[in-house]
Nanobody, 123 residues
Framework: QVQLVESGGGLVQPGGSLRLSCAAS????????MGWYRQAPGKQRELVAA???????NLVDSVKGRFTISRDNAKNTMYLQMNSLKPEDTAVYYC?????????????????WGQGTQVTVSS
């Protein structure tokens, strides 16, 4: 069983900053790619940022220069530093991880989601 728990969301004024964390726990052998998604009311969930186990990153154009994704493999934790926040960044932010678990005789690849954390940017 694997769990992803996000934290760090909240209400912030335009131009402010927040740092989201996503901690993975459970019977984890390794974690491959991880990513942050967001879903605003009435909109589809979109990928915001992704990071490989080796640290290669990719961000959607709308957040480049403002958001930074990082991870600590030793802690099975991923972060999203969000600066210069705009009202259009308001959404529920979800973390996603490709996790490998191990049984006595095989490796199992699974895709896991956190429960989401609300980010509201408003004056």
């Amino acid at each position: 069983q694997v769990q992803l728990v996000e934290s760090g969301g909240g209400l912030v004024q335009p131009g402010g900053s927040l740092r989201l964390s996503c901690a993975a726990s459970g019977s984890i052998f390794s974690i491959n790619a991880m990513g942050w998604y967001r879903q605003a009311p009435g909109k589809q969930r979109e990928l915001v940022a992704a990071i490989t186990r080796g640290g290669s990153t990719n961000l959607v154009d709308s957040v480049k220069g403002r958001f930074t994704i990082s991870r600590d493999n030793a802690k099975n934790t991923m972060y999203l530093q969000m600066n210069s926040l705009k009202p259009e960044d308001t959404a529920v932010y979800y973390c996603n991880a490709a996790v490998v678990t191990a049984t006595h005789d095989q490796f199992i690849h699974g895709d896991y989601w956190g429960q989401g954390t609300q980010v509201t940017v408003s004056s």
